[in-house]
């Protein structure tokens, strides 16, 4: 399991054992292992809370704002230099 959390996530108060477990059951319960020979950058979902990117998206993202996660942010770094000039 691959996760980040944004550094200003507030904290919650801890649940009990039963809701703890219960949370965590249906939480993996939704998730899938990649395959072994799987290209981990196409099993992960990729989200910035608010909306979610498709990986081939992705590659081709050349923009982010400063509201953007900085993932984003730098991944349109990167493909903006990397991309063909005209």
């Given amino acids: 399991m691959?996760?980040?959390v944004l550094t200003g996530s507030g904290k919650t108060p801890a649940a009990d054992?039963?809701?703890?477990?219960?949370l965590v059951t249906a939480?993996?319960?939704?998730?899938?292992?990649?395959?072994?020979?799987?290209?981990?950058?196409?099993?992960?979902v990729v989200t910035g809370g608010a909306r979610s990117w498709?990986?081939?998206a992705l590659d081709t993202v050349t923009t982010a704002t400063a509201t953007d996660p900085a993932w984003l942010r730098l991944r349109a770094a990167v493909n903006n230099t990397f991309a063909p000039q005209e």
């Fill in 54 to 56: 498709e990986p081939d």
């Fill in 27 to 44: 939480f993996l319960d939704a998730t899938s292992e990649v395959p072994r020979d799987g290209d981990l950058e196409k099993h992960l």
């Fill in 2 to 4: 691959l996760m980040s």
């Fill in 17 to 22: 054992a039963g809701t703890s477990r219960a």
